[in-house]
T-cell receptor, first 114, second 111 residues
Framework: KQEVTQIPAALSVPEGENLVLNCSFTDSAIYNLQWFRQDPGKGLTSLLLIQSSQREQTSGRLNASLDKSSGRSTLYIAASQPGDSATYLCAADHGSGNTGKLIFGQGTTLQVKP | DTEVTQTPKHLVMGMTNKKSLKCEQHMGHRAMYWYKQKAKKPPELMFVYSYEKLSINESVPSRFSPECPNSSLLNLHLHALQPEDSALYLC??????????FGPGTRLTVL
């Protein structure tokens, strides 16, 4: 059974700092892994999707990596801004084929202080 | 059109009421999803539709009844809900089973 863990649960950094959010999963036979951002009371915004055959994906100041053998993914945010403050969620498929069933981590709530 | 829309944004209902949530996308996605999210928790999958057919039901109580009338529209019919069903209900869609795009959600309160 796939389990996804995100540590830390909360993170506070000063503006301009580079930071890394961590995501680990128990079943390495994933089909893909997706990173989302969620603002309070809002829906989820897709940030990056990494297919199982890929090692990393980049979008602007964001870079996500995937290491299936170690069961880890990281989301790197460069030059953080107050507008990056939100909860970041990673989600892996449940490991038994590509069915669209995502298992989410508990999220990391990021606060970027001006 | 690159977004998923959900109506209503907020819904308050009594335990004896019948209501429906609506989700729509015009991205040509053939997979659509319903999630439930409680406060400070991650979303939990409820249902998956693929090509307008129900492919996954995560043992959701029958008081929640999904419907996919066409490839762009997904409904969630609600009946005899309990206060503990109060949550944010999120709809998502994807091309095949890849990147999922979420709507803004419906905030449901059951009195």
């Amino acid at each position: 059974k796939q389990e996804v863990t995100q540590i830390p649960a909360a993170l506070s950094v000063p503006e301009g700092e580079n930071l890394v959010l961590n995501c680990s999963f128990t079943d390495s036979a994933i089909y893909n892994l997706q990173w989302f951002r969620q603002d309070p009371g809002k829906g989820l915004t897709s940030l990056l999707l990494i297919q199982s055959s890929q090692r990393e994906q980049t979008s602007g100041r964001l870079n996500a990596s995937l290491d299936k053998s170690s069961g880890r993914s990281t989301l790197y945010i460069a030059a953080s801004q107050p507008g990056d403050s939100a909860t970041y969620l990673c989600a892996a498929d449940h490991g038994s084929g590509n069915t669209g069933k995502l298992i989410f981590g508990q999220g990391t709530t990021l606060q970027v202080k001006p | 059109d690159t977004e998923v829309t959900q109506t209503p944004k907020h819904l308050v209902m009594g335990m004896t009421n019948k209501k429906s949530l609506k989700c729509e996308q015009h991205m040509g996605h053939r997979a659509m999803y319903w999630y439930k999210q409680k406060a400070k928790k991650p979303p939990e999958l409820m249902f998956v539709y693929s090509y307008e057919k129900l492919s996954i039901n995560e043992s959701v109580p029958s008081r929640f009844s999904p419907e996919c009338p066409n490839s762009s529209l997904l409904n969630l019919h609600l009946h005899a809900l309990q206060p503990e069903d109060s949550a944010l209900y999120l709809c998502a869609s994807s091309r095949d089973y890849n990147e999922q795009f979420f709507g803004p959600g419906t905030r449901l309160t059951v009195l």
